[in-house]
């Protein structure tokens, strides 16, 4: 279980990152955290011909914001948003997210940028990021930075808009006012591993914003517009019936455990989020 | 403070291991080593038709054909009907599991070995695979070993009397369970270093194994070369539970490619390998008919046991050690006078049988266990009351059960009247009750269970086994400096045995454990044993130990009286002195007496020197068996199917306890692993017999978080029959969990009628019978 012999390039910046991602010679693949294509390396299930190393890069670390909005640099690591590090857009929301992420020495590597990119169905931050209505920064060589929301970046398992040669900078996370209900649960076998099930809701009165994702199903989240509007507007909690129904006409295919898990997740994360109101 | 018998002393080798300098096989460096690769069969079942190595590295690439002097390993038994297999330590014809190796492949680094391991073509006709132990026992199966003629290694049955019970029984109880196939995850995987040594005229063999003295002999046999000639070391071995008390197939490739090439070589066992290709245990199949009255008296068990052995037979405890430990533990520690039981051990399309701690019983127990908790609720009483009357009371002791198991002494229903007062039943069951009002769903779950430990000669010849072990020795030596070494043939690999044998000696030679140096694991250093498995090493190496220890006392002995002008017999041994009185004088002076300065010592002095190597048997040849008792307290929950173990305890009679803190790490740990079993574990398979959980991503191990906080108890009812009175324990915590937790479970979920017969009791097989249940509510109202 060791790596296909591959290249490693450490990014001094962006422009140089970019600029080796768009050589045409052979499989180029970012690594920031490692925490996810680390073990697809070992297993030789990714085999680039190059590594370039973004972990480190200034620009990828940065963290700025402004009055709407605060942009975390690609690279944060989940540790220093559990840490409180970072400043928190989400009132609260952000940390409790990252310190339940897998277990604290994949935090302490792993990256916001890098969890987005990978898109894998059951980790949080594809989830929280589209609770959140996150839109994320992305550059490359010769076209213009573009900006996408959460919402559309993720295509599916493990799929994204990401075109070859583009890297994803900065992810921007509205500020959200101290009138905001959110609430984050997840069903898993055991603490740390990938989730079975996960809701996530966030509802702010003063932008008339409210939103239910689902995460752990079989693609990019799903987001259930219609039940977020209602609990905005009622604040009762959905019964299991509602619930199933919804979950049956965005995915038919659901099999009767899962189903139930969502339906249960989302009472609960709903339960959680008033409670804490 | 004495650190002999009974001392809670920290274990000597944790400084090593805590502080990162422990030495594994991973950690070795030699000038020259090369690092292995396998390439390992992609699928469950085929025929080879060709391997082909890639012409840039042929000298690196070593097949089948390569290995024509290698013997295919075989381990035969004497059992009527048994039919050994032949397993070629690089598959020749067949393949017969993923995961199976085919061909080694060396290079300065791992990496590059598996680089060369990719390029060597394969050319092999698949053949549909056989997963399923039941639909491989019907004629019309595919064979794995076409001669054989069916997929069968051996049937055994056991015919007693079951038509009275029958006769007589006013409840019956009829029940399938299934536990699941395992991989160990020992924290260190297995890894093997061999070269070829000139000066010695040796093949030197480190390896992490928990028996060398047994893989040295295994290695002479399969490569046909003088034991002389072949040195194997166990160097720290990162946990083993069985999984490295058999002779692997690498040991032997990787040994016979150092002795052709002149090189070291290495190879380490990586996760993913450990769990595709050490998928190898625990699969058993029960189908289950209790008799038994209107109390819930046990009359009769008629069982039929499936093992789901794998591919192969593994050297030296053969595919039939499961199945024969299985059909003589199910009755356990129950009064049971009419039993019948057939046992089959099946080959399928899958990793090979290695006994994991708790050898059998972990299922045995579960399926006693759940049967008893069936009967309690058929006739509608305190499963606790059923379980306690149909127990060996401590007034039959001893007693020889139904199967010719020979229980020396204990009080069976006692350990349970402990384990309730523990958890306090009828407390519990009014906290049950009130919970249920509010939609909560907590259960109570007992589990009793023996542990045969020490199996002596008589047990393992009985299972027809091709190696059998007897007595065990060991030396024990004052150093010229009036330390003490000693020396045994088992070895450590995280049980604290380095610790306790080093308490063996204490006790009788009065030296602090921190001046007893314990050597093991070198076959070039230590007497034959067979090694460390069974829950044998405390009773067994342990007695050696004690015995050469109270040896070497009486030769102490001689020389201080010598030194202090008194009789043998006057000698007091204290602290590392010997005394007469007030008058004494240390071990550094005996033993600088006996070693440099012989002219202190008299002309007739018994030469037979401060160093002692004895032989150690108990008094009976048949075991001697711990028990206990588990009580879990869990709450399901009914919308997700979770188990949340909320209390846990242990009630364990182990006979004499060397070293309380080492007893209850081993109970802690083999608790935690059993629970593993209970809820977590299961290495799956699809159709075609591709494993499914291949990374600890898909097979999940407990953590932490997942595991209650263990509440312990002991009492030592000491064996008549063993040196110290002591009883092994090692395996035992791992048993009974299944038992207890699913009992635990099935209490729980009673309103709903929901039993849950399978291991791993998983959330999503919990949710599954829930909301099965909930809508045939529905259908019929």
């Known amino acids: ?277 | 403070m004495s650190t002999g018998i009974g001392a809670r002393v920290q274990r000597k080798e944790d400084r090593r291991l805590l502080h990162g300098q422990a030495k594994f096989v991973g950690d070795l460096k030699f000038p020259k080593l090369w690092e292995a690769a396998y390439v390992r069969s992609p699928i469950a079942h085929g025929r080879i038709r060709s391997v082909q190595k890639p012409s840039a590295y042929s000298s690196q690439v070593f097949i089948a054909d390569d290995l024509h002097d290698v013997l295919p390993i075989r381990a035969e038994s004497s059992l009527p009907g048994y039919k050994p297999s032949d397993f070629h330590s690089l598959a020749r014809d067949k393949v017969r599991y993923v995961g199976e190796c085919i061909a080694i492949c060396i290079a300065p680094t791992r990496a590059e070995a598996e680089d060369i391991a990719e390029q060597v073509i394969l050319d092999i006709d698949p053949l549909p695979a056989v997963i399923d132990a039941l639909k491989a026992r019907e004629p019309q199966s595919e064979l794995l070993h076409e001669d054989w003629g069916d997929n069968l290694f051996v049937e055994t049955s056991f015919e007693g009397d079951i038509e009275t019970a029958k006769r007589d029984a006013t409840v019956v109880i009829e029940r399938e369970y299934k536990t699941a196939r395992q991989c160990m995850n020992p924290m260190e995987g297995k890894g093997t270093l061999s070269y070829w040594d000139e000066r010695s005229n040796q093949l030197v063999v480190y390896t992490s194994t928990q028996v060398p003295h047994l893989i040295r002999t295994g290695i002479s046999e399969f490569l046909q070369m003088d034991q002389g000639q072949v040195r194997v070391i166990a160097p720290d071995v990162g946990g083993g539970f069985g999984y490295k008390c058999v002779l692997q197939p690498e040991e032997l490739t990787v040994s016979w490619v150092a002795k052709k090439t002149g090189r070291p070589i290495r190879w380490t066992e990586d996760r993913r390998e450990h769990l595709v290709a050490g998928a190898n245990t625990r699969q058993h199949h029960y189908k289950i008919t209790a008799y038994a009255d209107n109390n819930g008296k046990l009359l009769g068990l008629d069982a039929d046991i499936t093992v789901d052995v794998g591919a192969y037979s593994v050297w030296p405890f053969t595919a039939c050690l499961e199945a024969a430990q299985a059909g003589g533990n199910l009755p356990g520690p129950y009064d049971i006078k009419g039993y019948r039981c057939n046992t089959y051990s099946v080959a399928t399309n899958k990793p090979s049988f290695t006994p994991y701690r708790g050898v059998a019983r972990p299922g045995v127990c579960f399926a006693m266990e759940l049967t008893i908790d069936a009967i309690a609720r058929a006739v509608g009483r305190e499963p606790a009351d059923v379980r306690k009357e149909n127990l060996i009371a401590g007034s039959l002791m001893p007693y020889t059960t139904v199967t010719g198991k020979f229980y020396d002494s204990g009080d069976y229903p006692d350990s349970v009247v402990q384990a309730e007062k523990a958890v306090n039943l009828k407390g519990f069951r009014i906290r049950q009750a009130k919970a249920r009002k509010e939609g909560r769903s907590l259960g109570i779950g007992f589990s009793t269970f023996t542990e045969q430990s020490a199996h002596g000669t008589k047990v393992f010849a009985a299972w027809g086994l091709p190696l059998v072990p007897g007595y065990e020795q060991a030396m024990v030596k004052l150093t010229p400096s009036g330390s003490v070494e000693v020396r045994s043939g088992n070895h450590s690999f995280g049980q604290g045995l380095e610790t306790t044998i080093a308490q063996m000696a204490s006790e009788w030679l009065t030296v602090d454990i921190k001046s007893i140096n314990v050597v093991m694991g070198d076959t070039g250093m230590t007497p034959y044993s067979t090694g460390a498995y069974a829950s044998r090493g405390m009773v067994m190496a342990g007695g050696a130990v004690s015995k050469a220890a109270e040896a070497l006392s009486g030769r102490i002995k001689i020389h201080a009286a010598h030194l202090l002008q008194c009789e043998p017999t006057d000698i007091q041994l204290k602290n590392a002195r010997a005394y007469n009185g007030h008058a004494s004088v240390s071990f550094s002076s005996i033993a600088k007496a006996w070693y440099l300065r012989p002219d202190q010592l008299p002309d007739d002095v018994d030469t037979a020197g401060l160093e002692v190597t004895e032989g150690y048997k108990p008094d009976i040849d048949t075991g001697v068996f711990t028990y206990a008792t588990h009580a879990a307290i869990v709450e399901v929950d009914k919308d997700t199917g979770k188990v949340d173990v909320q209390d846990y305890v242990v009630f364990e009679d182990c006979g004499k306890r060397v070293n309380p803190l080492i007893l209850e790490g081993q109970t802690y740990g083999g608790a935690a692993q059993g629970i593993g079993t209970a809820l977590f574990e299961e290495a799956l398979y699809d159709a075609n017999g591709q494993p499914l959980t291949s990374t600890l991503a898909d097979y999940i191990l407990p953590g932490p978080a997942e595991l209650p906080h263990f509440r312990l108890s002991h009492k030592e009812t000491l064996s008549p029959y063993t040196r110290h009175g002591i009883k092994g324990v090692g395996e035992g915590a791992a048993i009974a969990p299944g038992g207890a937790i699913l009992n635990a479970i099935n209490d729980a979920l009673q309103p709903q009628k929901i039993e849950i017969n399978e291991l791993p009791a998983t959330p999503h097989k919990i949710l599954s019978a829930l909301l099965a249940g909930a809508e045939a509510e529905r259908e019929i109202t």
Not at chain 1, 144 to 154: N, Q, W
Not at chain 1, 159 to 187: A, C, M, N
């Open chain 1, 1 to 277: 279980m060791k790596p296909v012999a591959f290249e490693l390039c450490i990014s001094a910046d962006i422009a140089s990152a970019a600029g080796i991602l768009s050589q045409n010679d052979g499989d180029t693949k970012i690594i920031a955290g490692g925490q996810s294509l680390g073990p697809m390396l070992n297993l030789r299930l990714a085999r680039p011909d190059r590594l370039v190393d973004v972990a480190q890069t200034p620009a990828l670390r940065k963290i700025t914001q402004t009055q709407a909005f605060v942009a975390f640099g690609a690279a944060t690591r989940h540790a220093e948003i559990e840490d409180g590090k970072t400043p928190d857009p989400s009132c609260g929301m952000m940390p409790y997210v990252a310190s339940g992420i897998a277990y604290r020495a994949i935090r302490n590597k792993g990256t916001l940028g890098g969890s987005l990119c990978h898109a894998d169905p059951a980790a949080d931050w594809v989830t929280a990021m589209t609770a959140l209505n996150a839109t994320l920064i992305i550059t490359s060589v010769g076209k213009d930075t573009r900006k996408t929301p959460m919402v559309e970046f993720m295509q599916g398992a493990y799929r994204t808009t990401l075109e070859p040669g583009e890297i994803l900078t900065s992810v921007l996370v509205p500020k959200y006012s101290d009138k905001t209900v959110w609430g984050y649960y997840k069903i898993c076998r055991k603490v740390g591993e990938f989730a079975d099930a996960i809701v996530a809701w966030v509802a702010d009165p003063t932008k008339q914003y409210s939103r239910i994702v689902l995460g752990a199903g079989s693609g990019a989240p799903l987001v259930l517009n219609h039940l977020a509007k209602e609990l905005a507007q009622t604040g009762n909690i959905p019964t299991l019936d509602i619930i199933k129904a919804e979950l049956k006409l965005h995915s038919p295919d659901l099999d009767q455990v899962k189903n139930h898990l969502f339906a249960i997740a989302l009472q609960r994360c709903v339960k959680g989020a008033l409670a804490n109101e």
